[in-house]
């Protein structure tokens, strides 16, 4: 860091970011698949050890009021590349993919000279190399990666050859990563390197070795605890060795989860609503982050934060600007992490559309892929590859928002839920500070707080339509 560690007040926020702009930091993002907000020993979880996570919580930046930008997977993991929400681009649900037309993360860091790399779940679309969505194809120079969740002994995509692994996923894909990262740093590369687990996802299949640590338990709970027992172990071999390699320092490292908890083995903390809901439990999840040289000493965020915001706060650390940037619905949460200011400047909006998701079965795709392959073949199934994911379809309309929605300016949360069919709009406001599991409705107690959230949300989904009709890619709408 090219200035004073010594420095405090405005001067500490200042010496910052000029830091950032002059020597801007590796990027490492790391997700879990399906943890919940009390899916963690550091926040209350008595029964799960998660060791290495409680570690970062309590030496790094550790976020309170962390959200997935969807409650489902897909559009989540969308959110992390674009920093918009998914539906702009039409990532409704899970198996749905990116749009190739959109930026990703991947493509903006490499303007400012990262490599750049995949490794694990993907889900935005394919993993065979000819595919305009795959990580390849989104600006990823390498990935070893799978088109869905994946448990033991995987079959992963290597720049699209299909490549037998033995062991646990979690394990394969940190040491994926760790091979790409070493060679960064053997040739003194900048990189960004992200780092999708396929774990806690359901079927779940723990080693016998970790899930033994739950014995007594019901054996579903013993799997399950067992996938996040070997994710934190694999999250610890990660960052050890990015001490290891003396990368640490200056190295942004950030973990959370695309989605709120799973019904039955998960835990929300207490809050309403599971995976797949726009309740906070189906939002709310883990959110840890350090980057040693820039905060040296722990902190916790208590402003709400959401996954769109990593796409504008990783280019504005490496002082990246992209021609034509459509819409983002993230911020840059540098402001809020230096102290600059205490609360969150920009609400944050949700749109669970309704549609349905698509099934993508990875372990069946992935052996048939292998087999394929051994016999110099290679698939044409149009739904692996993808061709058509960046065609935009008839327009929808910008007055009528189906599905559940919800602005969330903090306390404050505002659902609009519009029926499908007959389009009756029902709305419910909580407030968050109070009511973390939204079960007290405010409607008639804030009668000048409403009418302006209901247009700032109104106003927000119909900039989400028209992108989702392409605006943002110059197609005119009448």
Same mark, same amino acid.
């Given at each position: 860091?090219?200035?004073?560690?010594l420095l405090c007040?405005?001067?500490?926020?200042?010496?910052?970011?000029?830091?950032?702009?002059d020597?801007?930091?590796?990027?490492?993002?790391?997700?879990?698949?399906?943890?919940?907000w009390?899916?963690?020993?550091?926040?209350?979880?008595?029964e799960?050890?998660?060791?290495?996570?409680?570690?970062?919580a309590?030496?790094?930046?550790?976020?309170d009021?962390?959200?997935?930008a969807?409650?489902?997977?897909?559009?989540t993991?969308?959110?992390?590349l674009?920093g918009?929400?998914?539906?702009r681009?039409?990532?409704?649900?899970?198996?749905h993919?990116?749009?190739p037309?959109?930026?990703t993360?991947?493509?903006?860091?490499?303007?400012?000279g990262?490599?750049?790399?995949?490794f694990g779940?993907?889900?935005?679309?394919?993993?065979?190399k000819?595919?305009?969505?795959?990580?390849?194809?989104?600006?990823?120079?390498?990935?070893?990666?799978?088109?869905?969740?994946?448990?033991?002994?995987?079959v992963?995509s290597?720049?699209?050859k299909?490549?037998?692994?033995?062991?646990?996923?979690?394990?394969?894909?940190?040491?994926?990563?760790?091979?790409?990262?070493?060679?960064?740093?053997?040739?003194?590369?900048?990189?960004?390197?992200?780092?999708?687990?396929?774990?806690?996802?359901?079927?779940?299949?723990?080693?016998e070795?970790d899930r033994?640590?739950?014995?007594?338990?019901?054996?579903?709970k013993q799997?399950?605890?067992?996938?996040i027992?070997?994710?934190?172990?694999?999250?610890?071999?990660l960052?050890?060795e990015?001490?290891?390699?003396?990368?640490?320092?200056?190295?942004?490292?950030?973990?959370?989860s695309d989605?709120?908890?799973?019904?039955?083995?998960?835990?929300?903390?207490?809050r309403?609503?599971?995976?797949?809901?726009?309740?906070?439990?189906?939002?709310?999840?883990?959110?840890?982050?350090e980057?040693?040289?820039?905060?040296?000493?722990?902190?916790?965020?208590?402003?709400?934060?959401?996954?769109s915001?990593?796409?504008?706060?990783?280019?504005? @650390?490496?002082?990246?600007?992209?021609?034509?940037?459509? &819409?983002? !619905?993230?911020m840059? %949460? =540098? +402001?809020?992490?230096?102290?600059e200011?205490?609360?969150?400047?920009?609400?944050?909006?949700?749109?669970?559309y309704?549609?349905?998701?698509i099934?993508?079965?990875?372990?069946?795709w992935?052996?048939? @892929?292998?087999?394929a392959?051994?016999?110099?073949?290679? &698939?044409? !199934?149009?739904?692996? %590859? =993808? +061709?058509?994911?960046?065609?935009?379809?008839?327009?929808?309309?910008?007055?009528?928002?189906?599905?559940?929605?919800?602005?969330?300016?903090?306390?404050?949360?505002l659902?609009?839920?519009?029926?499908?069919?007959?389009?009756?709009?029902?709305?419910?406001?909580?407030?968050?500070e109070?009511d973390?599991?939204?079960?007290?409705?405010l409607?008639a107690?804030?009668?000048?707080?409403v009418?302006?959230?209901?247009?700032?949300?109104?106003?927000?989904?119909?900039?989400?339509?028209?992108?989702?009709?392409?605006?943002?890619?110059?197609?005119?709408?009448?």
């Open positions: 860091m090219k200035c004073l560690l007040g405005v001067f500490w926020i200042q010496a910052v970011c000029v830091a950032a702009a020597d801007p930091p590796n990027i490492v993002l790391v997700m879990a698949d399906d943890q919940g009390g899916d963690m020993g550091y926040n209350g979880n008595a799960l050890k998660t060791p290495n996570f409680d570690a970062l309590k030496e790094g930046v550790r976020f009021q962390f959200h997935a969807a409650p489902v997977c897909s559009p993991r969308g959110s992390v674009t918009r929400t998914p539906n681009y039409g990532c409704f649900s899970w198996g993919p990116i749009r037309q959109e930026i993360i991947a493509k903006a860091l490499k303007t400012a990262y490599a750049t790399g995949h779940k993907w889900h935005l679309g394919s993993v065979q000819d595919s305009p969505v795959s990580p390849g194809a989104c600006g990823f120079d390498e990935w070893v990666s799978s088109p869905n969740f994946f448990d033991l002994d995987p992963l290597v720049q699209g299909a490549t037998a692994f033995q062991g646990d996923s979690s394990d394969i894909t940190v040491d994926e990563a760790l091979k790409f990262i070493r060679r960064c740093a053997e040739k003194k590369q900048r990189f960004l390197a992200v780092v999708w687990f396929g774990s806690p996802h359901d079927p779940h299949q723990a080693l070795a033994a640590l739950y014995e007594g338990l019901p054996v579903k799997h399950f605890y067992g996938e027992t070997a994710m934190d172990r694999a999250f610890g071999k960052r050890g990015l001490k290891n390699l003396d990368l640490r320092e200056n190295t942004l490292l950030w973990y959370c989605n709120g908890a799973l019904p039955k083995v998960g835990s929300t903390g207490g309403r609503g599971f995976k797949g809901q726009i309740f906070e439990g189906g939002l709310a999840v883990p959110g840890l982050m980057w040693p040289e820039a905060f040296p000493e722990p902190k916790v965020i208590k402003a709400p934060c959401v996954t915001d990593i796409y504008p706060t990783v280019l504005g @650390l490496a002082g990246v600007k992209m021609e034509k940037q459509p &819409p983002l !619905d993230g840059d %949460l =540098m +402001p809020l992490l230096t102290g200011v205490k609360k969150r400047t920009q609400p944050i909006g949700f749109w669970d309704g549609q349905k998701g099934a993508t079965p990875s372990k069946a992935m052996d048939e @892929l292998l087999a392959q051994a016999k110099g073949e290679e &698939p044409k !199934d149009p739904a692996r %590859l =993808m +061709p058509d994911a960046g065609v935009i379809g008839q327009p929808v309309s910008v007055t009528e928002f189906p599905g559940h929605a919800a602005w969330l300016d903090w306390p404050w949360k659902h609009r839920v519009e029926d499908r069919k007959t389009h009756e709009v029902s709305w419910e406001l909580y407030n968050l109070t973390p599991d939204e079960s007290n409705v409607l107690e804030q009668p000048e707080r009418p302006q959230m209901q247009k700032e949300l109104e106003d927000w989904l119909e900039s989400v339509a028209r992108s989702l009709n392409g605006e943002d890619y110059g197609r005119k709408v009448e």
